[in-house]
Protein backbone atom coordinates (compact mmCIF):
# COMPACT_ATOMS: atom_id res chain seq x y z
CA UNK A 1 0.00 0.00 0.00
CA UNK A 2 1.54 3.52 -0.86
CA UNK A 3 1.81 5.91 1.05
CA UNK A 4 3.08 9.54 1.17
CA UNK A 5 2.63 11.22 4.89
CA UNK A 6 3.21 15.29 4.95
CA UNK A 7 4.63 17.14 7.81
CA UNK A 8 5.99 20.60 8.65
CA UNK A 9 3.14 22.86 8.46
CA UNK A 10 1.98 24.85 11.17
CA UNK A 11 1.69 28.78 11.51
CA UNK A 12 4.11 30.75 10.64
CA UNK A 13 4.10 35.45 9.99
CA UNK A 14 4.79 37.38 7.10
CA UNK A 15 8.30 36.61 5.82
CA UNK A 16 8.69 33.67 7.57
CA UNK A 17 10.23 30.21 6.66
CA UNK A 18 8.76 26.74 6.87
CA UNK A 19 10.07 23.36 5.62
CA UNK A 20 7.47 20.71 4.54
CA UNK A 21 8.55 17.35 4.08
CA UNK A 22 6.65 14.05 2.78
CA UNK A 23 8.03 10.33 3.34
CA UNK A 24 7.36 8.17 1.65
CA UNK A 25 6.22 4.18 1.65
CA UNK A 26 4.95 1.32 -0.63
CA UNK A 27 6.66 2.51 -3.83
CA UNK A 28 9.47 2.41 -5.62
CA UNK A 29 10.40 6.24 -4.98
CA UNK A 30 13.58 6.58 -7.37
CA UNK A 31 10.95 5.64 -10.53
CA UNK A 32 8.65 8.60 -9.53
CA UNK A 33 8.71 11.93 -9.96
CA UNK A 34 7.50 14.54 -6.72
CA UNK A 35 5.40 17.34 -6.59
CA UNK A 36 3.72 19.55 -4.47
CA UNK A 37 0.47 20.85 -4.85
CA UNK A 38 -1.87 23.54 -2.30
CA UNK A 39 -5.36 24.46 -2.34
CA UNK A 40 -6.46 27.21 -0.85
CA UNK A 41 -10.31 27.91 0.71
CA UNK A 42 -12.61 28.11 -2.12
CA UNK A 43 -9.83 27.55 -4.58
CA UNK A 44 -8.78 24.55 -6.74
CA UNK A 45 -5.85 22.87 -6.26
CA UNK A 46 -2.50 24.57 -8.07
CA UNK A 47 0.85 23.44 -8.85
CA UNK A 48 3.10 24.78 -6.64
CA UNK A 49 6.78 22.83 -7.48
CA UNK A 50 7.87 19.58 -8.88
CA UNK A 51 11.49 17.23 -8.65
CA UNK A 52 12.59 14.65 -11.26
CA UNK A 53 13.28 11.60 -10.39
CA UNK A 54 17.18 11.99 -9.60
CA UNK A 55 16.22 15.66 -7.92
CA UNK A 56 18.26 17.01 -11.15
CA UNK A 57 14.97 18.54 -12.47
CA UNK A 58 12.92 20.91 -10.73
CA UNK A 59 9.65 23.11 -12.26
CA UNK A 60 8.19 25.90 -9.92
CA UNK A 61 4.75 27.66 -10.29
CA UNK A 62 6.02 31.53 -11.16
CA UNK A 63 3.55 32.67 -7.60
CA UNK A 64 6.86 30.82 -5.86
CA UNK A 65 9.92 31.30 -7.88
CA UNK A 66 12.49 32.84 -5.66
CA UNK A 67 10.96 31.59 -2.78
CA UNK A 68 10.43 28.10 -2.56
CA UNK A 69 12.74 25.05 -3.85
CA UNK A 70 12.12 21.08 -3.54
CA UNK A 71 13.99 18.73 -3.27
CA UNK A 72 14.43 14.85 -2.47
CA UNK A 73 16.97 12.13 -0.94
CA UNK A 74 16.02 9.23 -2.63
CA UNK A 75 18.25 7.12 -0.31
CA UNK A 76 14.91 8.44 2.79
CA UNK A 77 12.53 8.29 0.43
CA UNK A 78 11.36 11.89 0.94
CA UNK A 79 10.70 14.66 -0.69
CA UNK A 80 11.17 18.44 0.71
CA UNK A 81 9.58 21.87 0.59
CA UNK A 82 11.85 24.97 1.51
CA UNK A 83 9.15 28.06 1.39
CA UNK A 84 11.14 31.19 2.74
CA UNK A 85 9.67 34.75 2.59
CA UNK A 86 5.96 33.47 2.86
CA UNK A 87 2.88 35.29 2.26
CA UNK A 88 -0.26 35.12 3.71
CA UNK A 89 -1.67 34.03 0.05
CA UNK A 90 0.54 31.02 0.25
CA UNK A 91 -1.97 30.16 2.91
CA UNK A 92 -3.26 26.82 1.79
CA UNK A 93 -3.29 22.69 2.45
CA UNK A 94 -0.05 21.27 1.35
CA UNK A 95 -0.21 18.15 -0.64
CA UNK A 96 2.62 15.68 -1.65
CA UNK A 97 1.69 13.88 -5.09
CA UNK A 98 3.55 11.10 -7.15
CA UNK A 99 3.56 10.80 -10.85
CA UNK A 100 5.33 7.78 -12.83
CA UNK A 101 5.62 9.89 -15.93
CA UNK A 102 7.16 12.89 -14.52
CA UNK A 103 6.57 16.23 -13.34
CA UNK A 104 3.80 18.20 -15.00
CA UNK A 105 1.09 20.53 -13.34
CA UNK A 106 -2.09 18.93 -13.96
CA UNK A 107 -2.88 17.11 -11.05
CA UNK A 108 -4.57 14.42 -13.18
CA UNK A 109 -0.76 13.11 -13.96
CA UNK A 110 -0.45 12.10 -10.72
CA UNK A 111 -1.03 8.52 -9.03
CA UNK A 112 -0.65 9.15 -5.25
CA UNK A 113 -1.40 11.53 -3.13
CA UNK A 114 -0.72 12.27 0.88
CA UNK A 115 -3.30 13.89 3.55
CA UNK A 116 -2.10 17.49 3.33
CA UNK A 117 -0.57 19.64 5.78
CA UNK A 118 -1.74 22.97 6.67
CA UNK A 119 0.23 26.35 6.37
CA UNK A 120 -1.37 29.43 7.18
CA UNK A 121 0.54 32.62 6.97
CA UNK A 122 -0.64 35.60 9.02
CA UNK A 123 0.14 39.13 8.45
Known amino acids: QVQLVESGGGVVQAGGSLRLSCAAA????????MAWFRQAPGKEREFVAGVGRTGIGTHYADSVKGRFAISRDNAKNTVFLQMNSLKPEDTAVYYC????WGVGVPDTQYAYWGQGTQVTVSS
Open 97 to 100: AAAL
Open 26 to 33: GLSFSRYA
